[in-house]
């Protein structure tokens, strides 16, 4: 165990990308801090809050810390000097810049700012914009670190800034493949699936950026077409706000839908194809977590996709609903099964213990700054 306190500032900690991707490092990884905390920004409650609390150094702090109360930072400045916090670590991107200049101001050394999102992820009218402007400059400013983890968001947020900088670092995303690799379980049984239909699925939170309107635009396409096509979805909102509208469509009985869940290696191998046309993304954990499965896959043509999968496939529009239900058809003809060779290469180039490695070290440092 290091002498380190620790704060990481999450806004909920409902299942998602940044609260899975915490949760399974502090997994890995709490022991070798003295204390931390997670601080949920919202001061909500959420899904993932019993997960984390079964590390047995860790804990979670639900205050709001709101744009503009200068109250509620105030009471951070004086937490972060009571605990003596050596290091804060903040997952909201431009938007951690107020917790880093009171962190600073507070003297905690190490202050490091991540982006999990390769693009702004609100829709901006000029007060909204110039507010990111300025959260962005105190990123900048008071930050001794800043990671991501892909290429392309430091290529939208600080495109003259990061290339050659050692502030700024890269840390990939980390899986566990024998959480996937070793799954025997199926849902077919359960869900009367025969198994020898073709199933197609997507997992994640339902909002913008996961384009669920193509999913399901390309599900009727397929599924009035083929009778033993299926599709899967999960995640949170999903079904809540998906299934009156599939009933309308008539398609509730081939495409199932379903919130969050928590048997994900289960839910894909019960897949022949992972479909994922998501019209931004940072790092995808959950196409990562498809491959590693060695899942034929229909993905969208954007920069973080096409950098997480490496050369040799294809990928497409994501809003080209007749390309994406061609590729997906293109499967359902060939039935390719397994790719290994792609399974392989994926567990070796996201291999939790190496990435979960250069993370505690970004952590670890300490500069003053």
């Avoid at 022991?31 to 905390?37: A, G, L, T």
């Avoid at 359960?190 to 399901?216: C, M, P, Q, W, Y």
């Avoid at 491959?291 to 229909?298: K, N, Q, T, Y």
Wanted: hydrophobic share 40%; with cysteine.
């Amino acid at each position: 165990m290091s002498d380190q306190n620790i704060v990481f500032f999450v806004t909920r900690l409902d299942s998602g990308g940044i609260e899975n991707y915490l949760l399974r490092f502090l997994s890995v990884k709490h022991s070798e801090f003295r204390n931390v905390f997670v601080w949920c920004k919202s001061g909500s409650d959420g899904q993932l809050d019993s997960e984390y609390l079964k590390l047995d150094n860790v804990s979670l702090i639900k205050r709001k810390l709101g744009y503009f109360d200068i109250a509620s930072y105030r009471d951070l400045k004086e937490f972060l000097v009571s605990e003596n916090v050596d290091t804060v670590c903040d997952f909201s991107g431009n938007f951690s810049g107020r917790v880093l200049s009171t962190a600073r101001k507070a003297g905690v050394p190490s202050r490091i700012s991540a982006y999990r999102g390769s693009s702004d992820h609100f829709k901006g009218d000029f007060l909204r914009r110039l507010y990111n402007l300025w959260v962005r400059k105190l990123t900048l400013k008071n930050s001794t670190s800043i990671i991501s983890n892909s290429e392309a968001a430091f290529n939208f947020f600080f495109p003259n800034e990061w290339r050659n900088n050692e502030r700024f670092s890269v840390i990939y995303n980390g899986v566990n493949p024998e959480n996937f690799i070793n799954e025997t379980e199926t849902l077919r049984k359960s869900l009367h699936i025969a198994d020898d239909a073709f199933v197609v699925g997507h997992t994640g939170r339902f909002n913008e950026a996961k384009n669920h309107a193509t999913i399901f635009a390309v599900a009727q396409k397929l599924v009035e077409k083929y009778p033993d096509i299926y599709f899967l979805l999960c995640g949170n909102g999903v079904k809540e706000n998906s299934e009156n509208l599939l009933k309308e469509k008539g398609l509730q009985d081939r495409v199932l839908v379903f919130e969050n869940r928590s048997d994900i290696p289960a839910f894909l191998n019960t897949l022949d194809c992972y479909f994922f046309p998501s019209v931004t993304e940072g790092q995808p954990n959950a196409l990562i977590e498809a491959m590693v499965m060695g899942l034929p896959f229909v993905a969208s043509d954007i920069a973080p996709i096409r950098e997480t999968v490496g050369d040799g496939y294809p990928l497409y529009p994501p809003l080209d609903v007749d390309a994406l239900a061609d590729a997906i058809q293109a499967k359902y003809l060939v039935r390719e099964g397994r790719d290994l060779d792609m399974q392989k290469t994926m567990v070796e180039r996201f291999d939790y213990r190496v990435r979960f490695a250069e993370f505690y070290q970004v952590l670890s440092v300490r500069r003053n700054a």
